[in-house]
């Protein structure tokens, strides 16, 4: 694995290098790493975004996207990007609080009320200056896309907290999934989203949570039958640029890169609803994956103090004020 990835790192760099050298005759072109396949809605949407961004800078600006983690899990393409062998990344917040922990607020358990909530914050002044806030950490983030919300799957139903006790529950590496699943009762196992489905199929972990995607896209309904629908958190996907990249383009190049990135958030919005209602027909239909109604007050009650102890922590408390203060 270290070998793969020094290997990889080193023939990207090469790659690289071979692109700047011809930068002043040719068009620059940014490499973009995520985990998902090219059927995910989150695909479809950055290639809308590549498509927007050739055109507003008459082909000057070039997207390659990557998926599948072929060049690295979320972690290795953001530890690739940090060191300049790659130029953007598309993780989610729970994966970046590890590198800036401005991130941590979306990831608190029942902090937004509902759908139009989230989109408030994401769309609004905090949204904007969390992507802000990572510029001296290597990166500066340019849109959210909406992931949905993260439910428990698992070969049992979950109705309560209680019914994890015991059980291996695979999380994001994120601080915060990890307290939320201790405080629920079940035991917190942090595995990169492509090692999950084999964790899953050899009793590694009982269970997961994530959105319905990863049941149909990710193939996990072919494992696990129950998807217990107790929705603890909406962590948003976010499309994230080196700084140095960033720094280095002129601004109306950076003008057409969050454009088109904003333009792309808004065209996921329905994508999004339309294909995970497609991805819950065919989870259904096609896997026998059964959707269970839960009570979600037991679950709000076990997590009510990271609420609180977030309010308490000055590297994310303006934030979660400030989103608490968008609902309504
Ligand atoms: C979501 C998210 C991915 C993430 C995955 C995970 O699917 O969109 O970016 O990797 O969750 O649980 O790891």
């Not at 290997?7 to 620059?28: E, G, K």
């Not at 598309?90 to 979306?106: D, M, R, V």
């Not at 972990?205 to 193939?219: H, I, Y």
């Not at 601004?251 to 994508?271: F, G, N, R, V």
């Amino acid at each position: 694995m270290l070998w793969n990835k020094k290997v990889l790192a080193t023939l990207i760099s090469c790659a690289l290098t071979a692109t700047t050298s011809l930068s002043a005759y040719a068009a620059t072109t940014l490499k973009l790493s995520h985990n998902q396949d090219r059927t995910h809605p989150v695909h479809k949407s950055m290639q809308f975004m590549a498509k927007e961004v050739k055109a507003l800078t008459h082909g000057e600006v070039r997207i390659r996207i990557y998926p599948n983690g072929q060049l690295g899990t979320q972690r290795e393409s953001m530890e690739l990007l940090q060191n300049g062998a790659i130029d953007m990344v598309k993780s989610n917040a729970s994966e970046l609080e590890s590198f800036e922990p401005a991130y941590g607020a979306f990831n608190i358990p029942y902090i937004f009320h509902d759908k139009a909530h989230f989109y408030r914050a994401i769309t609004g002044d905090v949204g904007e200056k969390i992507l802000a806030s990572s510029h001296d950490k290597g990166f500066v983030g340019l849109t959210y896309y909406d992931a949905g919300a993260r439910s428990f799957y698992a070969q049992k139903p979950i109705k309560s907290p209680s019914d994890l006790k015991g059980m291996k529950i695979r999380v994001q590496p994120s601080p915060t999934a990890v307290e939320m699943i201790q405080l629920m009762g079940g035991s917190p196992t942090p595995l990169a989203f492509g090692e999950l489905y084999t964790a899953l199929q050899q009793g590694v972990v009982d269970g997961a949570e994530n959105n319905p995607t990863a049941l149909t896209s990710a193939r996990h309904g072919e494992v696990v039958k129950y998807y217990s629908q107790d929705e603890h958190t909406i962590i948003p996907d976010v499309l994230v640029i080196s700084s140095k990249v960033w720094d280095k383009l002129p601004a109306d190049q950076q003008a057409a890169i969050k454009k088109a990135a904003t333009d792309s958030m808004m065209y996921h919005k329905d994508l999004w609803t339309k294909m995970t209602d497609k991805a819950i027909e065919k989870a259904e239909k096609s896997m026998d994956v059964k959707f269970v109604k839960v009570d979600k007050q037991p679950f709000i009650d076990a997590v009510k103090p990271m609420h609180d102890k977030a309010l308490k922590n000055p590297a994310i408390a303006s934030y979660v004020q400030q989103i608490d203060a968008l609902a309504k």
